[in-house]
């Protein structure tokens, strides 16, 4: 008969057993209990990166329980997860804030390493597989988006198809390979969703999961690297394990790095918590109908790209925005290679520092640009054309001007040229006096989907722009 066992030599044997039957020892060797050298809190942003996927995969499983990936019912699913489900609005707020903010500590952490230097040998691999992690996150960010089948998300959608049309060569081809099809719907939609939530999600897993890897092996940026400049990756890892090692420099990861980590990680998630609980996930535009066209309007994450885009010259538009994820793509790829200095550390990389800053006041001030003008995107930067024959003068001609440079001419129509998201301006049926374009101008009535310019222009502005739309509505509606 075996012996009576007090509580605690109980406790201390299902410990014993559970160890060794789950082969717990390599993981608290090589995770928990691994010696790091000491971290500021502020490389808390690869936990932070963590919770937020997690949070991002667990979310986007409550919704799949609903959600509907087909045209006809797509749009009601997402409606249903957000007013007919339990704690519905929240676990779509937190899906959507989680992605937004994603993005943003994504590119600090990117940021952070450009600046500290933390491609540099032997983590030339840990910044290629993080590469590889950041364009699967933007990929499935703007997926993401197309999968509400709203009119603004389809019509983004038809966006997107049109930059890939631009492609030379494989162009189309690339475009039927996305719709599924000659066209956009049913074929579309469910290979958006398969990609959205299995291509790229197992494409992650594995990703990350190296990446940590990686990181796990090869640590984080040390203060000793700083000092040293080691030159070579063997150099570096002999400086690391002196550093880790040491009583004062190094600690076990748990419990010292995993609690700073985790309080950074765990301070974000309440944040986006928070904006889930009081903001609520996107609204919804009225849904797609595939005939429509809606305004577009990118997320606020991407905000700084639609500036971006409204800012370039038209000749190179077309090409840019497909060229531009490619210079991206390779101008970080490449990054360990060219950069082949030995300084680490913020202090003794002046150009990192610079170049970094420079990208982030350059992100936030077209963000502004963004914000403050919300008709800026996508704009049309030639004049709106007359009939052939036909010139106008004076505060006529000035207002058609000012009608590009307003964004009026990115909405409407003229002649049956130009975007059409809002009615051709010319041979309206309707007639409007001067008066009544000025009010419809400044505050157009309610329900009609255009800013009101009150406060926008001046009253020569509005009394030019009027006199514009006052001559051309007696214009042919095509010419
Ligand atoms: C964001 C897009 C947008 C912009 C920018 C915009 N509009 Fe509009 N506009 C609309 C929409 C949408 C309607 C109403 C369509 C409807 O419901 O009949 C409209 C209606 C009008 C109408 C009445 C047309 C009719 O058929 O009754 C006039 C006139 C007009 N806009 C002038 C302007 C002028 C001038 C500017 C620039 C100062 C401007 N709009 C900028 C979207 C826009």
Redesign the pocket.
């Known amino acids: 008969m075996a012996e009576k066992r007090s509580p605690a030599e109980l406790k201390e044997s299902i410990k014993a057993w559970l160890k060794l039957r789950f082969n717990f020892r390599p993981i608290e060797k090589h995770i928990i209990y691994h010696r790091v050298a000491k971290h500021p809190w502020y490389y808390g942003d690869g936990a932070t990166l963590l919770v937020l996927l997690i949070t991002l995969l667990v979310t986007g499983m409550f919704m799949a329980l609903t959600y509907s990936p087909s045209p006809e019912t797509a749009y009601e699913s997402v409606r249903q997860i957000t007013s007919g489900n339990l704690m519905g609005s929240f676990v779509r707020g937190l899906h959507y804030w989680s992605a937004g903010i994603v993005v943003v500590v994504l590119i600090y952490h990117m940021f952070r390493h450009i600046i500290l230097g933390g491609y540099l040998p032997p983590r030339e691999g840990t910044w290629l597989v993080g590469v590889v992690i950041f364009f699967l996150m933007i990929t499935t960010s703007l997926i993401g988006y197309t999968l509400r089948w709203d009119e603004r998300s389809v019509y983004a959608l038809g966006i997107a198809l049109n930059i890939f049309y631009k492609i030379p060569w494989i162009g189309e081809e690339i475009v039927y390979f996305v719709q599924g099809g000659v066209d956009l719907g049913r074929a579309t939609l469910s290979r958006l969703y398969a990609v959205h939530v299995l291509f790229v999600p197992f494409a992650l897993f594995a990703a990350v999961g190296y990446h940590i890897y990686l990181v796990l092996t090869y640590g984080a940026t040390t203060p000793l690297e700083k000092e040293y400049a080691p030159a070579t990756a063997d150099q570096q890892i002999e400086l690391r394990d002196r550093e880790k090692n040491d009583p004062k420099m190094g600690q076990p990861f748990f419990p010292g790095m995993i609690s700073k980590s985790g309080t950074v990680a765990f301070v974000v998630f309440l944040f986006v918590a928070w904006l889930a609980y009081t903001q609520g996930p996107q609204e919804l535009y009225p849904e797609a109908n595939l005939t429509e066209i809606s ?1 577009p309007q990118e997320e606020w994450w991407f905000h700084w790209y639609s500036a971006l885009a409204a800012y370039l010259p038209p000749a190179i538009s077309d090409t840019f925005h497909w060229v531009f994820p490619i210079v991206v793509f390779l101008v970080l790829v490449l990054l360990p290679f060219v950069d082949r200095g030995d300084n680490r550390g913020a202090q003794r990389r002046p150009i990192a520092v610079i170049t970094t800053l420079s990208l982030v006041v350059a992100l936030l001030a077209l963000t502004g640009l963004r914000l403050k003008s919300s ?1 800026t995107a996508w704009p049309q930067t030639e004049l709106p054309p007359l009939p052939k024959g036909e010139q106008v003068n004076g505060n006529v001609e000035r207002g058609r001007h ?2 590009t440079k ?3 001419f ?3 129509s003229v002649g049956g040229q130009g975007y059409s ?3 051709n ?1 010319s041979g ?3 007639r ?1 006096s001067q008066d009544e ?1 000025k009010n ?2 400044s505050q ?1 009535p309610e ?5 009101a ?1 009150k406060s926008r ?1 001046t009253a020569e502005e509005l009394d030019d ?2 006199a ?2 006052l001559v051309i ?1 007696t214009f042919p509606k095509e010419y």
């Open positions: 305004f008709w000012l009608f307003f964004g009026c990115n909405c409407h998201f809002a009615p301006l309206l049926d309707r409007y374009l419809f101008v157009p329900g009609v989907a255009m800013p310019y222009l722009i009027v514009f739309v509505q």
